[in-house]
C-alpha cells in the first residue's frame, strides 16, 4: 500500500483548504483511513478517520466542527476539507492507513502504512 497527500499550503486564520491522500496498491475498502499532523516540534497526533466502508465519523476535539474527513472508496482517496483554519492548525499533515478496524484509530502506533505528509502553514 502507498499514500500520496497533497493540498497543503499557506493560508490566513479563517480560510479553508481541503487535503487528499490517493492510496494505490493492495488497498481496499477493509482498509480504515486516518489523517495525523505533527507541528514543529510536536509529537504526531490525531485529527480524523474513517472506518473501513465509511463511516468517517471520528474527529480529535481540537477539529471537531471545523474539519470534515471523507472516503471516496471507488477512487481510494480519502480527503480532509479544513475550514475556519487557526495558526495552531499549522503542522505537516500525515495520511494513514491500516487494514480493518480498532478502538485504537487514534494512536499511531496501530497504521501500517503512511503517506509522506503535506504542510499546511496557518498564518494570523
Known amino acids: 500500500v502507498q499514500l500520496q497527500a497533497f493540498g497543503g499550503g499557506a493560508v490566513q486564520a479563517g480560510g479553508s483548504l481541503r487535503l487528499s491522500c490517493a492510496a494505490s496498491?493492495?488497498?481496499?475498502?477493509?482498509?480504515?483511513m486516518a489523517w495525523f499532523r505533527q507541528a514543529p516540534g510536536k509529537e504526531r497526533d490525531f485529527v480524523a478517520a474513517?472506518?473501513?466502508?465509511?463511516?468517517?465519523?471520528h474527529y480529535a476535539d481540537s477539529v471537531k466542527g471545523r474539519f470534515t474527513v471523507s472516503r471516496d472508496n471507488a477512487k481510494n482517496t480519502v480527503y480532509l476539507q479544513m475550514n475556519s483554519l487557526k495558526p495552531e492548525d499549522t503542522a505537516v499533515y500525515y495520511c494513514a492507513a491500516r487494514l480493518y478496524w480498532t478502538v485504537i484509530y487514534s494512536k499511531t502506533s496501530t497504521y501500517a502504512y503512511w503517506g509522506q505528509g503535506t504542510l499546511v502553514t496557518v498564518s494570523s
Open positions: 496498491g493492495r488497498i481496499s475498502s477493509s482498509h480504515a
Open positions: 474513517c472506518r473501513p466502508g465509511g463511516g468517517c465519523t
